[in-house]
């Protein structure tokens, strides 16, 4: 809803209500209208200021609202209600102004921010575009090219910048509201008529189908099949029609989408990033009830990539760090290259790099005086543990002592120390300063408030974290093996990385498992597996009774490490090249591997690649929720999406079998099992048998099914 008040005797105050974000809900929508009706009837009122309650403008529309059918005003008349009324009306835009909200403002006729305001129209991310008039009016105002970055990145937008844009009329570090009310009344004699972007042209640009050209080529390139990207630049195409007709376009593009499977996958998304901060464990602990530590001190030890990455984003975050390494060249490196990274991030930021936020250490002293620990070693167990011992003897009382481990046992780490409630996983993604996920993995005596301090730690650094029980290569990784032994069966079978690639690409992954793999270094599973009592030179097929395809160690073999070595399943022209080419001798190394195990190549399809692939991945994400390593498919899907480059509008694995039916994931998987009965990732798991048998209840539904998350090892 909104409130109204007449302000400094001639200001009629709109105040949108709808915490937390104030978004624009039926009742919001019908609020405005009433209030404009107000302050347009009363008299005395001579001007009109929009604000939001509590510091915040608008969020946008109700995202709640568009999976039930639509009541209420509809907010494009709502807006041209604003801009089409004979009286001044000031949007005062204080946090954010997002969406709809920003259309909103779009639609008065002054626009006031507070400086620390962040403006955009996100409706991207969100599978739609910016479907009340924002396709119109903002390259109106705007010119297009800053139009079309703001709409089809969906990136928010300074106050600062959006001054320089055009965006805002005026940015102030005071009260905004009544920065607005006076500005209301010193135009409170004007005509708005000339204020109307409605009325504006498009702004002249010599070159425009050259921009719109490019614009929709970078586009279609990013979108990995994502509808929504390539509607906001056709909408955008739209505004140099004349106003009406381009309100017209941008309203059947916006249906389309609206109704699309992609807008429904995106949106779940955003709603599942929010959950899986309501956190729980096996023991009934939860978000809500655990109050975390705060983290002014933090040691990182270990630095490669990770550690450098980790040592950035802790400082990032206004954390004060101490970085440690005990080889000198690799430590002289890495103080070079953090560096470096900071100074980056603050120019991006436009702030000064905190440099004097980190030190660097070459021994493990300075953990005497630290809140936290993060352990970012080589992933060896034996030298994780010897690092966890010595930290647990030098390390002050209720010092939390974490390990960037992406898939060892976090129990056996905690049993080294005298503090087993303060140790959990943080399990980062590479490059660790940029990438959104961090998995929070408790063990089986983590206590609530060392899970509650890692999950904040990740929030404070800009990240999506996610609770997740302790088994091996806890989600993410543990879902990818079955992933990746399909792969490889099927180039056995007769497929080539080529193929396999091109499916998973045009499915929406930004790369397909096999040129993942070459960017990521084959040798580091190897090692795992070798870890694990693999014999060298050993080709068997068969291991513990299952089928095991030896392709990738027999790589890992002759030297082929993916671009570190310049070969891989692809061949790259030097060593740390990064364009993959096919290989002609993989291809003959496929054909003699065949030949030596009597396999007859077969032709392969399109539906056999991905269903062979992604159902078997989805099959041992079924696996995770029923073993309650995660607390819902939500968990699942949020870690997919931000970790593992699961195309957003798809879902995540688990949304995306809710969309293609459970049934059919489970008839497939039965027939796939049938075929290959020494798979047993192919056998579909009894979750998934009891969703079937439930009627394939909608993913928000399956926690109704499950048992409380659990530590298993
Ligand atoms: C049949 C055919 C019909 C076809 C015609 C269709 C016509 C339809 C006409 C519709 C026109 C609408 C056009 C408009 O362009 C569309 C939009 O505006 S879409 C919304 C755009 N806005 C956003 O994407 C912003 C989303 N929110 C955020 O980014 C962040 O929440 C924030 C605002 C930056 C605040 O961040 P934080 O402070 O970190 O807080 P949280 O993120 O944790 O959020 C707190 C809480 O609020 C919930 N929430 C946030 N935004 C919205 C929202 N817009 N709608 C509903 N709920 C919102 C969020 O989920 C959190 O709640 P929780 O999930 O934790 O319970």
Known sequence: MAQYSRVSGTVGLITLLNPPVN????????????????????????????????????????????????????LIPVIQGVESAAKPVVAAIEGVALGGGLEL????????????????LPEVHLGLLPGAGGSQRLPRLIGVPAALDIITTGRHVTAAEALKLGLVDRVTDRNTVDEAVKFALSVADQSPQSRRISTFPCPHHPDLDAVFEGVMQRVRQRARGALAPVACVQAVAAATLPFA??????????????????????????????????????????????????????????????????????????????????????????????????????????????????????????????????????EDMALKKKVFQQLSALCKPGTFLCSNTSGLDVDQLASETRTPELVVGMHFFAPAHVMKLLEVVYGSRSSPQAVATAMELGKQMGKVSVAVGNCRGFVGNRMLKPYLEQAFFLLEEGATPEFVDQVLEEFGFAMGVFRMSDLSGLDVGWRVRKADGLPDGHSARI??????????????????????????????????????????????????????????????????????????????????????????????????????????????????AAMVGLKKVLERLEHYHQEHPDIPSLKPCNLLRKLVVSGSPPVQKWREFLQKPQSQL
């Open 245 to 378: 007709q381009g309100m017209e376009r941008e309203r059947e593009l916006m249906a389309t989408l609206f109704t699309s499977g992609q807008a429904r996958a995106q949106q779940y998304h955003f709603f599942a990033q929010r959950a899986v901060g309501r956190w729980s464990m096996p023991s009934g602990a939860r978000w809500d009830k655990t109050k975390p530590v705060a983290v002014h001190k933090a040691m990182v030890i270990g630095l490669g990539t990770m550690g450098r990455g980790i040592s950035v984003a802790l400082v990032q975050a206004g954390v004060s760090v101490v970085a440690m390494e005990t080889n000198e060249k690799q430590l002289m490196d890495a103080k070079q290259a953090i560096s470096s990274m900071l100074e980056r991030g603050a120019k991006r930021r436009g702030v000064a790099p905190a440099l004097d936020k980190i030190r660097y250490s070459s021994d493990m002293q300075p953990a005497a005086d630290v809140d936290l620990v993060i352990e970012a070693v080589f």
């Open 543 to 656: 291991r513990q009774g299952c089928r095991y395809s030896p392709l990738g160690d027999l790589l890992c073999e002759q030297g082929r490490f993916g671009q570190k070595t310049g070969r891989g399943w692809y061949q790259y022209d030097k060593p740390g090249g990064q364009v993959a080419k096919p290989d002609p001798w993989l291809q003959d190394f496929l054909e003699k591997f065949r030949t030596q195990h009597g396999l007859v190549a077969r032709r392969i399809d399109h539906q056999e690649v991905l269903e062979r692939c992604l159902y078997a991945l989805m099959n041992e994400g079924f696996r995770i929720l029923e073993d309650g390593i995660a607390a819902g498919p939500e968990d699942i899907d949020v870690i997919y999406v931000l970790g593992y480059s699961w195309p957003p509008h798809r879902g995540g694995p688990m949304f995306y």
């Open 23 to 74: 978004a624009l809900s039926a009742a919001v929508r019908q609020g405005i209208v009433d209030m404009m009706d107000k302050a347009l009837s009363d008299r005395k009122v001579k001007s009109v200021v929009i604000c939001g309650h509590n510091g915040k403008f608008c969020g946008g529309a109700d995202i709640r609202e568009f999976s039930s059918p639509l009541t209420g005003p509809l």
């Open 105 to 120: 403002a779009l639609g008065c006729h002054y626009r006031i921010a507070h400086s620390k305001a962040r403006l955009g």
